[in-house]
């Protein structure tokens, strides 16, 4: 099953529904209310129907509200320029 943007428009065109697998791939843009509202609705049909689905979704939206609300926290100057000039050797690399 297409994921994201494609899958929504396969899915918009009433061509198919969601699955079980679709639910896990596309929750993201679910709970962060990103999918257009006819693929929300046929998202939400499929969690209404599937207990497992609903238990996942349910728990995936615990999980990143759960994130959002920690503090958050900055590395050490030191740290940070360590990382970067590693990022900037790693680029200059060949493939």
């Given at each position: 099953?297409?994921?994201?943007?494609?899958?929504?428009?396969?899915?918009?065109?009433?061509?198919?529904?969601?699955?079980?697998?679709?639910?896990?791939?596309?929750?993201?843009?679910?709970?962060?209310?990103?999918?257009?509202?006819?693929?929300?609705?046929?998202?939400?049909?499929?969690?209404?129907?599937?207990?497992?689905?609903?238990?996942f979704v349910q728990t995936?939206?615990?999980?990143?509200?759960?994130?959002?609300?920690?503090p958050r926290r900055t590395?050490?100057?030191?740290?940070?320029?360590?990382?970067?000039?590693?990022?900037?050797?790693?680029?200059?690399?060949?493939?």
């Amino acid at each position: 099953m297409t994921k994201g943007p494609a899958g929504w428009v396969r899915r918009l065109s009433g061509k198919d529904e969601f699955d079980c697998d679709d639910i896990q791939e596309n929750c993201s843009e679910f709970v962060d209310e990103e999918m257009p509202t006819s693929v929300t609705q046929k998202f939400r049909a499929h969690i209404d129907s599937c207990g497992d689905c609903n238990t996942f979704v349910q728990t995936f939206r615990a999980t990143v509200m759960t994130l959002r609300d920690l503090p958050r926290r900055t590395a050490a100057n030191d740290l940070q320029g360590r990382i970067q000039a590693r990022i900037a050797s790693e680029g200059d690399k060949p493939n």
